[in-house]
């Protein structure tokens, strides 16, 4: 039902204007006066015909005149074209209005003959057609509005799509780099790694595409990409991933995570530290989901790699503007010999 008067909202602002004008109209017409006993048949008559021509008039007005206004900018043609229908109908109107009170009293056979009664209403249904045509006005602005959150809608999801694909290349990049190595040290964990590979790339051709993905899946995701890690690092290096929780039946922006992992690999890992550690942990209470990653840190190879992770850090964070606006917080906290990174999120 909100639906539809979401789409429908300017059919429904009209009718309820008329409904309306129809309640109060045959209200004001009714009530009693000197002690008369009103014609509830005769006065709903005139209601009707009061809302019929006065809707006439006005949406003669609305989808003729005011658009030709509205484009050709000529008031004065605009006027001339309004003034001859309008008064027609008036006068067809006001002789109705008599045809239907011919056997009133005579007190209101004179006022509706009188010029005073011709001039009060028509500047009564003059009133109503302004009325109507300043809702022409208030559709144009629903319009416009829709319009720019359409274009921004799109942006928005161009851009996301954008940032998403920067990921990619950066992720294969890494992983080939990892299946290299151990093809030419001939490893038997070569079939296990292409075999992760392939399904973290089912997950990110497919799965990822999807506004929100399960929990599960994108967990499902980090744990193969750190089985691939272990691989090339021989286990030499602790790897600590806890999850705590209930996260089933939650549902997260895919591939948010990835980027902090990353890091913490590529800037904290080394087969040469004897300090090197990794230490993962996603708790979910509610909506709410704390992230945490820690890592040790070592002295960047090359400015070029200090750039690198500042575009991947601005990236996720353009993504977590777009994607949880006012529903996360992220901390990253950086020490001479580690980095930490808590990122809060509302589901």
Same mark, same amino acid.
């Given at each position: 039902?909100?639906?539809?008067?979401? #789409?429908?909202?300017?059919?429904?602002?009209?009718?309820?204007?008329?409904?309306?004008?129809?309640?109060? @109209? @045959? %209200?004001?017409?009714?009530?009693?006066?000197?002690?008369?006993?009103? &014609?509830?048949?005769?006065?709903?008559?005139?209601?009707?015909?009061?809302?019929? !021509?006065?809707?006439?008039?006005?949406?003669?007005? %609305?989808?003729?005149?005011?658009?030709?206004?509205?484009?050709?900018?000529?008031?004065?043609?605009?006027?001339?074209?309004?003034?001859?229908?309008?008064?027609?109908?008036?006068?067809?109107?006001? !002789?109705?209005?008599?045809?239907? %009170?011919?056997?009133?009293?005579?007190?209101?056979?004179?006022?509706?003959?009188?010029?005073?009664?011709?001039?009060?209403?028509?500047?009564?249904?003059?009133?109503?057609?302004?009325?109507?045509?300043?809702?022409?006005?208030?559709?144009?602005? !629903?319009?416009?509005?829709?319009?720019?959150?359409?274009?921004?809608?799109?942006?928005?999801?161009?851009?996301?799509?954008?940032?998403?694909?920067?990921?990619?290349?950066?992720?294969?990049?890494?992983?080939?780099?990892?299946?290299?190595?151990?093809?030419?040290?001939?490893?038997?964990?070569?079939?296990?790694?292409?075999?992760?590979?392939?399904?973290?790339?089912?997950?990110?051709? %497919?799965?990822?595409?999807?506004?929100?993905?399960?929990?599960? #899946?994108?967990?499902?995701?980090?744990?193969?990409?750190? &089985?691939?890690?272990?691989?090339?690092?021989?286990?030499?290096?602790?790897?600590? @991933?806890?999850?705590?929780?209930?996260?089933?039946?939650?549902?997260?922006?895919?591939?948010?995570?990835?980027?902090?992992?990353?890091?913490?690999?590529?800037?904290?890992?080394?087969?040469?530290?004897?300090?090197?550690?990794?230490?993962?942990?996603?708790?979910?209470?509610?909506?709410?989901?704390?992230?945490?990653?820690?890592?040790?840190?070592?002295?960047?190879?090359?400015?070029? &790699?200090?750039?690198?992770?500042?575009?991947?850090?601005?990236?996720?964070?353009?993504?977590?503007?777009?994607?949880?606006?006012?529903?996360?917080?992220?901390?990253?906290?950086?020490?001479?010999?580690?980095?930490?990174?808590?990122?809060?999120?509302?589901?």
């Amino acid at each position: 039902m909100q639906t539809y008067f979401q #789409k429908n909202r300017i059919l429904v602002m009209h009718l309820s204007f008329w409904c309306l004008y129809l309640s109060f @109209f @045959f %209200y004001q017409i009714t009530f009693m006066r000197r002690n008369e006993e009103p &014609d509830y048949l005769k006065s709903a008559t005139d209601a009707l015909f009061q809302v019929l !021509f006065t809707a006439a008039i006005s949406y003669f007005n %609305y989808f003729i005149l005011l658009p030709r206004l509205l484009n050709h900018k000529r008031l004065g043609q605009y006027l001339l074209e309004f003034i001859v229908p309008f008064i027609l109908i008036i006068t067809i109107h006001i !002789f109705l209005k008599r045809y239907i %009170y011919s056997e009133a009293s005579t007190r209101q056979l004179n006022y509706l003959n009188s010029t005073r009664f011709a001039v009060t209403h028509s500047i009564t249904v003059i009133f109503i057609t302004v009325f109507v045509g300043m809702l022409k006005f208030v559709e144009d602005w !629903f319009e416009l509005e829709a319009k720019k959150k359409e274009i921004e809608n799109e942006k928005l999801t161009a851009e996301l799509r954008f940032l998403k694909a920067q990921i990619n290349p950066h992720f294969l990049f890494n992983t080939l780099n990892n299946l290299y190595y151990l093809a030419t040290v001939n490893s038997p964990k070569t079939p296990e790694v292409i075999d992760k590979l392939s399904q973290m790339m089912r997950y990110m051709l %497919y799965d990822s595409n999807h506004v929100k993905v399960p929990v599960t #899946k994108e967990i499902e995701y980090m744990k193969n990409y750190i &089985d691939l890690e272990k691989l090339r690092l021989d286990n030499k290096v602790p790897i600590d @991933f806890k999850i705590s929780g209930n996260v089933e039946n939650k549902k997260i922006v895919p591939l948010i995570f990835i980027t902090f992992l990353e890091n913490a690999f590529k800037h904290g890992v080394s087969n040469t530290s004897k300090n090197a550690f990794v230490n993962i942990s996603i708790n979910i209470s509610d909506n709410n989901c704390e992230y945490i990653v820690e890592n040790n840190k070592l002295p960047p190879k090359t400015e070029d &790699d200090l750039a690198k992770s500042g575009i991947g850090l601005l990236n996720v964070k353009r993504r977590l503007e777009l994607s949880y606006p006012e529903k996360y917080e992220l901390n990253v906290t950086e020490t001479d010999t580690r980095y930490l990174v808590n990122l809060s999120l509302t589901l």
